[in-house]
């Protein structure tokens, strides 16, 4: 089956850095990736949508220069939360589309953010 | 996209039929139920889809109703491993502009031993 790989699965970061987070189809070309965000005892929130080689589609209420991304290639968007800060923790969860249309998920990134 | 509910929790014992239903009564005629999980900490995992006939695969049955206004989800046979939260969700069909996948509160499934 189609394998959707993201690095890294959990990341301590203090508050005003910048955290990249990595997301590859392993074995198929996804020309578009998705980005979503989880808190505790909630449900997956969609965040964006990633385009290869375009800009990425934001959902309302996302800021764009805070959440970063980058689908440089047709395997690999990149998220990178910018100056976070500890309301940024939260579990990232990236997913793309695969054979039969259908959307493949990684296993998602725990961000504590001190 | 259309709607879903779904009920909060359900229990089911070890090793007899899930049944999971959702209900999507605004669905529209080119939208499809797609059903995944999500194991606690974990990505979701994709389990099923279906437009109108029922579906068979490895993990489930997906049974649709006649007017496509719910449908029910079944794992055969339960066990502790399926013990996640499971979301329906209707979409219009993929390779179109509005290809997302909106995840409601799903349906907290206990199997219990």
């Known amino acids: 089956g189609a394998v959707v790989s993201q690095h890294p699965s959990r990341v301590i970061c203090k508050s005003g850095t910048s955290v990249k987070i990595e997301c590859r189809s392993l074995?198929?070309?996804?020309?578009?990736m998705f980005w979503y965000r989880q808190f505790p005892k909630q449900s997956l929130m969609l965040m964006a949508t990633s385009n290869e080689g375009s800009k990425a589609t934001y959902e309302q209420g996302v800021e764009k220069d805070k959440f970063l991304i980058n689908h440089a290639s047709l395997t690999l968007s990149t998220l990178t939360v910018t100056s976070a800060h500890p309301e940024d923790s939260s579990f990232y969860i990236c997913?793309?589309?695969?054979?039969?249309?259908?959307?493949?998920f990684g296993a998602g990134t725990r961000l504590s953010v001190l | 996209d259309a709607k879903t509910t779904q009920p909060t929790s359900m229990d089911c014992a070890e090793g007899r039929a899930a049944n999971l239903p959702c209900n999507h009564s605004t669905i529209s005629g080119n939208e499809y139920v797609y059903w995944y999980r999500q194991i606690h900490s974990q990505g979701p995992q994709y389990i099923i889809h279906?437009?109108?006939n029922n579906e068979t695969n490895e993990m489930a049955s997906l049974i649709i109703t006649e007017d496509r206004k719910s449908s029910t989800l079944i794992l055969p046979h339960a066990t502790l491993r399926d013990t996640a939260v499971y979301y329906c969700i209707v979409r219009v069909g993929p390779k179109t502009s509005y290809d997302k996948v909106i995840f409601g509160p799903g349906t907290s499934l206990s199997v219990i031993p």
């Open positions: 074995d198929f070309q996804a020309t578009t």
């Open positions: 279906g437009l109108k």
């Open positions: 997913s793309a589309r695969g054979q039969g249309d259908i959307q493949y």
